[in-house]
């Protein structure tokens, strides 16, 4: 009986505590703050702020001006907080938390950081993304088999030409989205990962008729790297088991029905070849492209656009570690949570899945907030 009061006394204590501080949301590309609907009843407390962020046009750097000016209007420099971001929103947070936090005298106060789905090492899908609409799209135009629908719907997970507009900004690379590119120089500022010039050392190489110099540096950490400060406990929540049909189940059926059609039409052309002395043959040849990355496209999808077979259907699994990168961030604690979806999902098994791995993860964290 006494274990069980003490129990039950220390679970107040948590969650009284727990309740004390704020709470900012941050949404991912493309998104907005009604992702955060459901996410919300699950916090220990009302104090829960979610904006619109134009995540599309503006450099993620330049976002987190905005989650600085929120923390102002809600938080300023007293009461305790935590951030809490989905994919690009966890950048978001992070450079808050890196960048700006420690200049504007928030991050003492700022308790924990959390990630879901966050590309931390960048999203190969923002640039493979775009290289399969256009091989596909091109073999659509070779072989004029009219089946452009079908096969935008087969990698979007949508049945219209809707979906190539809702790529679009894939192929338009605004700011938001080229900030995402694994090789980014706002990654490289993120992860620390930067480095300038540091000892300069002269060397000579004797030619035939004469002697050439050269000066080489050796590289060092840019001294303008700024970690994640050491009171921040840090968490990612990181998808493991969301590939594409997994996500989009009914993306099946229009595979199935991109490979029968392509296939006769596809046959049409190589028979036609044979009348036509090989003239038909390039069509051909994009017909039968086309049936491959139909009848492949789960493979393909993870594998050429993903990056990788674990993990998310947009992001890769190792990417979604805050540490990914550079294990010396900074930062306490360090918890990683293993979920099945970190990204919304047609399929209802999946998001519900998801929606209780992140829930668990998510009350697991605050206690550990809370010690």
Request: proline content about 5%; charged content about 10%; some cysteine.
């Amino acid at each position: 009986m006494r274990r069980l009061l003490v129990t039950a006394l220390l679970g107040l204590t948590l969650s009284t505590q727990a309740s004390a501080q704020n709470y900012y949301l941050l949404h991912g590309l493309n998104d907005n703050r009604e992702l955060w609907g459901t996410f919300k009843t699950w916090l220990p407390t009302s104090s829960a702020y979610a904006y619109n962020y134009d995540s599309l046009t503006q450099g993620i750097a330049q976002q987190a001006l905005q989650v600085n000016a929120e923390v102002d209007a809600y938080t300023g420099t007293v009461t305790p907080y935590v951030l809490i971001g989905h994919s690009q929103g966890g950048l978001r947070a992070r450079y808050y938390a890196q960048y700006i936090a420690p200049q504007t005298g928030k991050a003492q106060n700022l308790k924990g950081l959390m990630t879901i789905g966050t590309p931390h090492q960048g999203a190969p899908i923002i640039n493979n993304g775009p290289a399969l609409i256009t091989r596909i799209n091109r073999d659509v135009s070779i072989a004029s088999i009219g089946l452009a629908n079908v096969g935008l719907g087969l990698v979007t997970g949508n049945t219209s030409l809707q979906s190539q507009r809702a790529l679009a900004f894939l192929f338009q690379r605004p700011q938001g989205v080229a900030d995402l590119d694994p090789s980014s120089d706002f990654l490289k500022t993120l992860n620390n990962t930067r480095t300038v010039a540091g000892n300069c050392r002269w060397v000579s190489v004797n030619l035939i008729i004469y002697t050439r110099w050269y000066q080489i540096c050796d590289q060092v950490p840019d001294p303008g790297n700024a970690p994640i400060p050491g009171n921040v406990v840090t968490a990612s929540v990181v998808g493991t088991q969301n590939n594409l049909f997994n996500a989009y189940p009914e993306g099946r059926t229009y595979r199935n029905a991109a490979v029968g059609i392509g296939s006769v039409i596809a046959a049409g052309w190589s028979a036609a070849a044979f009348w036509t002395f090989g003239a038909t043959i390039p069509m051909a040849a994009a017909g039968w492209d086309f049936v491959y990355v139909a009848a492949n496209a789960e493979n393909i999808w993870q594998n050429e656009v993903v990056g990788s077979t674990e993990g998310d259907f947009i992001v890769p699994k190792a990417s979604q570690n805050i540490y990914a990168a550079n294990p010396n961030l900074g930062g306490a604690g360090r918890y990683t949570y293993y979920v099945n979806a970190t990204h919304t999902s047609s399929n209802p098994t999946t998001e519900e899945a998801g929606n209780n791995d992140t829930r668990a993860a998510l009350q697991d964290f605050n206690l550990r907030l809370a010690r």
